[in-house]
Structures are given as structure tokens and as C-alpha cells.
């Protein structure tokens, strides 16, 4: 990952990037953080950068020439139109999801602002993502464009090492993480939770969950509202892409294996709190007889959504089908994904990360 930061105080961004764990991942290549002074494009002799705003009131604005030409420079050394973020407060505010996408890109310009901030025309032109870091107001977009540079490294191969790495973090599945406690087992007389020390690692995930639930209840009620929980069922010969798929989903999600018939007889009813993820081959087409895979689900407006690894020809096929069983079935079928290949891992994690992104919208309706 290349980050290509233009800004008026390189120094900011230089002395945070070369600290710490993003100071490790500078080192050993993993990432790069390139500054590019705008004041160095400066069209003005003395190299000022800024002027009065038009209309009059306080404060000055960084004028559109300089930003241009510095952005210049940096887009053609990358060799094509780069996805460009303007850090502002008006813009929409970063959040773990978003994260994951941008981590997707190979270069990423980050454009800092500073005093009332820049000629709204070379933004018109250069920025394809207006990103806030909260709902406050900073000097500079410097500090902003660290948090994302710190945020998104985080899912770059090779910044995190094993210890540092987790599958799941807070805010993956909308729900904060549960309390973590390391030796000594008594600590100001206060104990560890038994269980952790119980070894018995269903139970521990169990308790794991309910804190979490509770935390996310007491301090972020706001977020407990878009959570959901995921059930990832298949049919078919799927089993290790349907697993990746639920663990890519949701630390806590539930994963049903309707190749077997005792569970093809078991009712299933889902709530408006839960997601369907189905993932199925042209197995589902031959109807091997009662019952038939998923007349067994029923939901509550549950949200619902396909994942065919057919060949094309029967794609259509299969998501009418489907599309048909889950309507009847209480369900809102939201989205088809084809995947001809169950090799392309990163391709299902893309998936698991627009399924989250899809998640998102229906809550924000
Ligand atoms: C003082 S602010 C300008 C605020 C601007 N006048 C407004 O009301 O939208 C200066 C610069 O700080 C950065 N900035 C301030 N608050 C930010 C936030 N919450 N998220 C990201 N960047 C921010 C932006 O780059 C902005 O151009």
C-alpha cells in the first residue's frame, strides 16, 4: 500500500509514520508513506499558498493552483487517476467498514486541508472521497490523514504480526469487544472471570459474546441497533468456502450445513436482527428429493442474500429460484454474488466486505 500525502507540514505526517508499528511496516516495505509539500507548487514567488476568501469573513483559503500541481505530480508518478480522499469535517465519517475498502487500493491520495480549508473548484476536480474523522473541527487534516493511514494499514499483509493480529475486531460486527484481562489472576483483590480460566473454549466464546452485547448496550446503543447476527447456510459442495465466508462475517455467526438431511428437517426462523447468507452450486437445481434445502427457513423480513458458485449458464437459474423460495419465505432477498471459483479466497472476503457494506445501508434507511 502507497499513501501520497500532500500537505503544508510534512513533518507531521514523517514523524508519525516512522513510529512504532507503522515505523516497523515503513521499514520492512509493507507500506509507504511519501509526503509531497503543496507549498512547493506554490505559483507565487514568495511560495504563499493561501488568500482572502471571495465574499469577505475570517480566516484564509488554500488557493487551487498549488493543490492541483502537486496532485499532478503525485498522479502522474503513480501512472493513473488514484482514489483521492479530501480529509474534512464535512465529509463522511470514517468508520471500520470503510477502512476495510480503502485497504483494498494500492495507492491512496490523502489531501489535507488548513485554515478555513481549499478552493472548493481543484476539489471538484481531484477528490473521489470526502472522509470526516468525527463530528469535531481539527486545525489541520493531518492528524486525519494519520488515523486512516494508521486504520487501514492494520489490514495490509505483513503490518500486524501474529500477536498483533486479530480475525475480529471491535466494530467488525457493529458490537464493541468484550474486556480483556492478562496476569497477575488477582489484581487489587478483584479475580479474572472464572470462566477464562476455565479452558473450555465454547463457553469462553459464549461469555465473550453476552460481554460484548452488554458493552455495546451501556456505551453504544447506536451501534447495537445496526448489529446483526450472520447464519451462513449452504447446500452443496461448499463446506470450506461457507466457513471463510461466516468467520469473514462475523466473529459470532452461526454456520448450517444443509447437506444433511437432520438438519433440513429442522425449522429455522429467523428475525429482522438477522442475516441470511445462503451459498449453494447447481446441486440446488436437481432437487434430490424431501426435503428440499432451505423450506425449512422462515423469516421476518430477514434480510437475505445468495452466493452461486455455478457456471454462468445456470446462474440465472438458480438465483430465480432462489429468489422465489425466500420472497415466499418471509425473507427480503437483497443481493445475488457469483463466484464461478471457490479458489478466489480474496474474492469471498470482497464479498463478506460488501455484504457488511450492503448491511450497512439497509440500517441507515
Ligand atoms: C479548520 S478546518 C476547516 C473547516 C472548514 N472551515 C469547515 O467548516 O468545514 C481545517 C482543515 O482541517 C481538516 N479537518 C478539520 N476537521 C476535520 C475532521 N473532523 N476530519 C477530517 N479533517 C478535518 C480539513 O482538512 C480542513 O480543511
Not at 494500492?106 to 489535507?112: A, F, K, S
Not at 472521497?129 to 488515523?147: F, H, K, P, R
Not at 453476552?210 to 459442495?237: I, M, N
Not at 448450517?256 to 428475525?271: G, I, P, T
Request: some cysteine; charged content about 30%.
Amino acid at each position: 500500500m502507497r499513501y501520497h500525502v500532500l500537505t503544508l507540514f510534512p513533518e507531521m505526517i514523517d514523524q508519525a509514520a516512522n513510529t512504532s508499528i507503522l515505523g516497523r511496516a515503513v521499514k520492512n516495505g509493507s507500506i509507504q508513506v511519501e509526503t509531497t509539500n503543496i507549498r512547493d507548487y506554490s505559483a507565487n514567488k514568495h511560495m504563499r499558498v493561501d488568500d482572502y476568501p471571495y465574499g469577505g469573513g475570517a480566516g484564509m483559503v488554500m488557493e487551487a493552483e498549488p493543490v492541483y500541481r502537486a496532485y499532478e505530480a503525485v498522479k502522474e508518478k503513480i501512472g493513473h487517476k488514484p482514489r483521492t480522499i479530501y480529509l474534512t469535517p464535512q465529509g463522511k465519517v470514517l468508520n471500520q467498514t470503510m477502512v476495510e475498502e480503502f485497504a483494498l487500493d494500492e495507492d491512496l491520495v490523502l489531501i489535507c486541508g488548513h485554515y478555513e480549508g481549499i478552493d472548493e473548484r481543484v476539489l471538484e476536480e481531484v477528490v473521489t472521497d470526502y472522509v470526516s474523522i468525527g463530528d469535531y473541527v481539527l486545525t489541520g487534516g493531518e492528524l486525519g490523514a494519520m488515523v486512516m493511514i494508521d486504520a487501514i494499514s492494520r489490514f495490509v499483509p505483513g503490518v500486524l504480526s501474529n500477536e498483533e493480529s486479530s480475525q475480529f475486531e471491535s466494530l467488525q460486527d457493529n458490537l464493541l469487544e468484550y474486556p480483556h484481562y492478562t496476569r497477575p489472576e488477582v489484581w487489587h483483590e478483584k479475580r479474572v472471570p472464572q470462566v477464562l480460566l476455565s479452558g473450555d473454549h465454547k463457553r469462553i466464546e459464549a461469555w465473550r459474546y453476552e460481554q460484548s452485547v452488554l458493552r455495546t448496550t451501556e456505551r453504544r446503543p447506536d451501534l447495537l441497533r445496526k448489529s446483526y447476527r450472520v447464519h451462513c447456510a449452504f447446500y452443496g459442495g461448499m463446506e470450506s468456502g461457507a466457513g471463510q465466508l461466516n468467520e469473514a462475517l462475523s466473529r459470532y455467526g452461526t454456520l448450517l450445513d444443509f447437506n444433511r438431511k437432520k438438519l433440513r428437517k429442522q425449522r429455522y426462523h429467523f428475525e429482522r436482527q438477522d442475516l441470511l447468507v445462503v451459498m449453494v452450486d447447481e446441486e440446488i437445481l436437481k432437487n434430490p428429493g424431501e426435503p428440499e434445502a432451505f423450506s425449512n427457513v422462515r423469516g421476518k423480513k430477514t434480510p437475505c442474500m445468495a452466493v452461486i458458485t455455478t457456471q454462468e449458464e445456470q446462474l440465472g437459474q438458480v438465483e430465480e429460484k432462489l429468489k422465489a423460495m425466500f420472497d415466499k419465505q418471509g425473507f427480503l432477498y437483497k443481493k445475488t454474488y457469483h463466484l464461478p471459483s471457490l479458489e478466489k479466497v480474496d474474492k469471498l472476503n470482497e464479498i463478506a466486505l460488501d455484504i457488511r457494506r450492503k448491511m450497512e445501508e439497509i440500517h441507515e434507511k
